[in-house]
């Protein structure tokens, strides 16, 4: 049964356990003397509530309620200008917690638990961050606290940290660097915090000895990343003898890409169609192809190759515009035309070039039957540029009366 009754069927928050004489009092204390520690995260709770009004809230909620509690403690400490802390380096909230604690194992573990409970609400707040506003957040933490005999060097400390996992999943560049960091982190930063907390400790006449060998070596391995636990932004990196992982990514292949694929059958997809154009471009390039080849055995010899009695002067005119339809470019030369990113050949580069006279004998002939000399390189390049079912409205667009366009389509097709 717990010590405090919340008023609510199902709600059931013990009481921390508590040195004796520390509390917990009846009636939570004023809110200028709560204190940060399980004890004070409790008291505060009890003077918040858990929303009887509201049966079932807290407990479908519970974790996020707890977990506004510590930011509750935490809001504006960031700016607070209590930043040093005084002899022998440890803040007042280090001493607070303990003072309300009992001593030996049962402390220890109140104390690891609402570390582990801290550090879940550091990395909740920094996923909601990036979430929210796009960036990218790293938080690493390394403790101070080792197993007593441990040494202090890299390759006994491990440093926990939160990366967002849909970043290290997209950009294996970053891999190295981020190894990097964290190694750097835990030799330059990591080392001098264990050290300094044995300094502390030692000041104030605490034992760090004990029968018995320190933590184990970190086992060697030239995984760059560590893997996370599923679903979770959680990592925990491993520190390494100075030296090993530069020679581990002096040798280290290029990361490979991690693509999150949410659909397993968008790619088969995607390929089958880039098929099925491919043999519509084949298809279409065969049939101007041939028609081009057919060019040199329509000389027409029934076409008058003078002009009409109807024909204006044969001072040259005035080109007509050229005008294309979007969202071709216009046909001012060959070099100007695109090709599908998609076809292996195109007509333009397989086609005979039409410049030859033996291949524009024909072509020439409609041309100068119908007076359209002036348009014959914009014509060329429709007819080279573009697939059949496009000329039409590409040689409209020239300004050719639309039934001379069907005559020089079907003199290239027929």
């Not at 003397?33 to 858990?50: A, E, I, N, S, T």
């Not at 070039?353 to 039957?369: K, R, Y």
């Amino acid at each position: 049964m717990s010590f405090y009754n919340w008023g609510l069927p199902g709600v059931d928050l013990p009481p921390p356990p508590v040195r004796e004489g520390q509390g917990p009092e009846a009636i939570p204390p004023a809110w200028n003397r709560l204190k940060f520690g399980p004890l004070g995260l409790w008291d505060l709770r009890r003077k918040l509530g858990v929303f009887p009004a509201e049966p079932g809230v807290f407990q479908r909620h519970h974790v996020r309620f707890l977990a506004a509690d510590i930011a509750w403690y935490a809001g504006g400490s960031s700016i607070d200008g209590l930043h040093r802390a005084g002899e022998p380096g440890f803040f007042p909230e280090f001493d607070a917690m303990r003072q309300a604690l009992p001593t030996g194992n049962v402390g220890r573990e109140a104390i690891k638990g609402l570390n582990e409970r801290t550090q879940n609400a550091m990395f909740d707040l920094a996923t909601t961050w990036d979430r929210a506003f796009g960036g990218t957040t790293m938080v690493i933490h390394v403790d101070g606290t080792t197993i007593p005999n441990t040494p202090a060097q890299p390759e006994y400390l491990r440093a926990s940290a939160y990366l967002p996992p849909a970043f290290v999943a997209a950009h294996p560049g970053s891999h190295a660097a981020i190894v990097h960091i964290a190694q750097t982190f835990i030799k330059a930063v990591g080392v001098p915090t264990v050290q300094q907390w044995r300094a502390n400790t030692l000041h104030r006449n605490w034992s760090l000895t004990q029968p018995g060998p320190g933590a184990a070596m970190n086992a060697p391995s030239a995984v760059l990343l560590p893997t996370p636990p599923a679903d979770s932004t959680h990592y925990k990196f491993f520190g390494r003898p100075v030296g090993v992982l530069n020679t581990i990514l002096a040798s280290a292949q290029p990361p490979r890409l991690v693509v999150i694929d949410d659909d397993n059958n968008y790619s088969e997809d995607s390929q089958a169609r880039i098929r099925e154009l491919q043999e519509q471009v084949d298809t279409l390039s065969a049939d101007l192809n041939a028609a081009l080849d057919r060019l040199p055995r329509r000389v027409a010899p029934s076409m008058p190759t003078t002009p009409r009695q109807s024909q204006p002067s044969r001072t040259p005119r005035t080109p007509t515009p050229i005008r294309t339809s979007a969202p071709h470019p216009p046909p001012y030369s060959a070099s100007q035309i695109p090709r599908s990113p998609l076809a292996t050949s195109s007509p333009l580069a397989t086609s005979p070039p039409l410049a030859a006279s033996s291949i524009n004998e024909g072509l020439d002939a409609v041309m100068c039957h119908h007076d359209l000399q002036d348009l014959g390189v914009s014509i060329r390049l429709v007819i080279r540029g573009f697939h059949p079912p496009k000329w039409y409205k590409e040689l409209e667009g020239l300004g050719i009366e639309p039934a001379v366009v069907v005559e020089i389509i079907e003199f290239l097709t027929s």
